[in-house]
Every structure is written in C-alpha cells, then in structure tokens.
C-alpha cells in the first residue's frame, strides 16, 4: 500500500485584502500615455486624416488598376505602392506630433535650407528628372521623390519662426520684404525653373495665406498679390504649350482639333462627373479609368470618385475638407503660440487652395496645372509630406492639453 506525500498547505491571505490581478498588457498602457491626455481638436484631425488616407487607398486601387495590369499584368501594383508610402507616411505623423515646439524651432532653418539645395540640384543637375514636361523629381539610385513637395514642409516651418519673431514689425513691407522675400522667392523660383507652375502656384499661396493669418493688413498684401497676378500671366503664356492649354480651356473646349490632343483630358474627366449622376455607377465600375481617362489616379482622382461614388461622393469628399478646416481653425484659436499659430495656418493654407485647385481643374474652372488632390491622389512623396505636415500640426494641437495639465 503505497501513499502519496502530503500536499503543502495553502499559506492563508490576510482579511481585507483580494488576489492581485494580472497587470494590464504594456501596448494598452503605452497607448493610454500617448492619447490619454489628447485634446478634441487632435482627434479631429488625426480622425478626419486617416479616413481621408484609407479612402484614398481605396480609390487609387480602384482607378489605377487597369493600367497597373496593362504595366506590369498586375492589377494592385499602384495600390501597392500607395499602400507602402501610406505606411511610411503615418508613423511619420504620429513621430512628428509628438515632437515639442522647441524642436521645430530649431531644425526649421535647416529643413528649409535641405529643401532648397534638393530643389537646385533637380534643375541645375543630372539628378533631375523630366515628366511631361516637368522637371520635377530627383533619382538617387532606383529611389526617386520631389523636392517640391519637401520645400513645401520647409516654407510652413520656416515662415512660422521668422514671422513669429517678427511679430511687430508685420506692418512694415520692407521688413518684410528683408526677411522672407528673398529665400521664399528663391524656392518658388527653382520650381518654376522646373517647368512646376502648378507647385509654384501652391507656394505662393502658402506664402500669401500665412501672411494674412499672422496679421499683416490686406493692403500690403495687395501690391504682392498684383505681382504675382502679372508674373503668372507672364509665365502662363512664356510657352507654347501653355498658351495652347489656356485657350483651349478658355474656348471650353468646344474645338473639334483639340478634341484628341488638349482637350481630350479635361473632356473625358467632365464625361466620367456627369455619368455618376446622384449615386454613382458603383466602386470599381468606372469606364473612364480604362485608358481614356489620364492620370486617373492622380491629379483626375476626383473625376472618377464622381463617376463611381456620384454627386453623394463628391459631397463627402469636400466635406472631409471642411472638417480638416474646421480642425484646424480650432487649433490656431487653441494656441497662444505665435509659431504655433502661423505655422498651422500655413498648413491649412497649403492643404486647402492644393485641394481647392485640383478640384477646380477637374470642374474645369481652371485650366489643367497637374496639381494632385491631398491625402487622396497617387504620389507617395506628396502623401508623405503632407503626412509629415499634419503630424506638425498635430504636434501643436497637444501643446493645449499638456498646459492644462501642468495648471
């Protein structure tokens, strides 16, 4: 007869007192430290951003997909390739928005000064390359970008610290004239040296927008903005084929000669918004996308959101940018920030009039600029900066929230 040892006696607890619970997983706990104390507005912003990215992956997955096949008998190389930037691009903006003040404020200079020499050396060298016309990219090896875009985060940065500092000389045009004049020229004139009036255009405004948003009075930003007209009537006609795309878009394209040439874009883009009627022919149903609509994926994303989604897409689409507005005006009313204030309005001014002016040329209330629709269009380095430029934003959207924690 065999017996088993005696089993240890369970150490009784103390009254009063309850099992102790395993502690919640590490991710949940570094989630709440990152969002915990987060204001509306960033959520807004953050929210109303990653639905605008999500969306736009779907639609250059649906509008890319029959020329991917046609390139590379694929039909998700295109998405496949926005999906890569977008998942470069969104840790990119939640990095930044974490990031202090006092870190923009000292690598400003910098980025702008990284900006500018990436965009000389697109046309004064062998680096930069031609499409359509444009010099507009630069290829280190297999991997190409566009400076233009990276000068557009370094000028939002960049006018935000001078322009604070200078808060008090803002009535005065000389000084400002001295003090962002000649290096916001210089970068607008290397993109331009590029054959980009459509970038160009986009600086200019962001230019513009921030000077009215940090107080400087409308009269002083009329003689400039008088300038800018003459310059770009001069630039639109500098070229044949710029003069020839001014009047066919102001001849409306009624020109049976333009018909396969100028016109055959804007025309197609106009057929594809008027053949989704109120709700659309259904997502992936689009028959402008099968080679007869170009840059269907890019710069004529919203012709086909139109066509698959109808009028109710379109509807939702410009309103996402209200929102995106509407954040962030709130954010600039939040902040006692001047830095803060100007540089979040320069984003706003440089997201709006880009989105304004794609969707303008689309309706054919502008003639064709090649100017993509933000956070929706194909093009990884503009999705990933203005990635990077709402993440700036977003930065400033948290110094609110962590005041109110320090009172």
């Keep these: 007869m065999t017996t088993s040892p005696p089993r240890p006696r369970r150490r009784p607890e103390p009254r009063g007192t309850e099992p102790a619970k395993p502690s919640s997983p590490a991710v949940l706990v570094a989630v709440r430290r990152i969002f915990g104390s987060e204001s509306g507005d960033y959520f807004l912003l953050l929210g109303s951003t990653m639905f605008l990215v999500v969306f736009g992956l779907v639609m250059v997955l649906s509008s890319s997909s029959v020329e991917s096949f046609k390139a590379t008998d694929d039909f998700f190389t295109g998405f496949l390739r926005q999906a890569l930037f977008a998942l470069l691009g969104i840790p990119v903006m939640l990095i930044a928005a974490r990031m202090p003040a006092v870190f923009w404020r000292k690598w400003a200079g910098m980025a702008m000064v990284v900006a500018v020499a990436l965009q000389f050396l697109v046309v004064a060298t062998n680096l930069g390359i031609e499409h359509n016309g444009n010099r507009n990219w630069i290829q280190f090896g297999s991997f190409t970008f566009q400076p233009s875009e ?24 000389r000084q400002l004239l001295r003090s962002i004049g000649i290096v916001a020229g ?48 001069a630039l639109t006609f500098s070229t044949s084929s710029r003069q020839d795309r001014i009047l066919a878009w102001q001849s409306g394209c009624t020109s049976d000669a333009a ?36 840059e269907a994926d890019n710069d004529f994303i919203f012709a086909i959101i139109g066509e698959e989604l109808g009028l109710v897409g379109a509807i939702v689409v410009l309103t996402l940018f209200v929102i995106l507005a509407f954040s962030f005006i709130r954010i600039i009313r939040g902040s006692n920030d001047p830095m803060a204030r ?29 100017v993509p629709l933000p956070l929706i269009s194909a093009g990884g380095s503009a999705l990933v900066t203005t990635l990077l430029a709402i993440g700036i934003v977003l930065s400033y959207a948290r110094q609110p929230a962590a005041v109110r924690a320090r009172q």
Excluded: E, M
């Design 150 to 173: 990276l000068v557009k985060v370094g000028l939002v940065l960049w006018l935000g610290v001078v322009l604070a500092r200078r808060v008090s000389v803002l009535d005065d045009w």
């Design 186 to 233: 210089l970068a607008i004139a290397l993109v331009l040296f590029g054959g980009d009036l459509g970038t160009a255009i986009i600086l200019v405004a962001i230019v513009l927008g921030t000077l009215f948003f940090a107080g400087v009075r409308l009269r002083y930003l009329a003689i400039p903005a008088l300038v800018v007209s003459f310059a770009a009537y």
């Design 259 to 294: 018909y396969s040439g100028l016109c055959w874009q804007p025309l197609h883009g106009w057929w594809a918004l008027a053949s989704g009627g109120v709700f659309g022919v259904g997502l992936g149903n689009s028959k402008a996308k099968w080679s007869w609509l170009p």
């Design 342 to 370: 100007i540089t979040v309005s320069a984003v706003l001014a440089w997201i709006l009039v880009q989105a304004f002016v794609n969707i303008a040329v689309v309706l054919g209330l502008l003639p064709v600029l090649g």
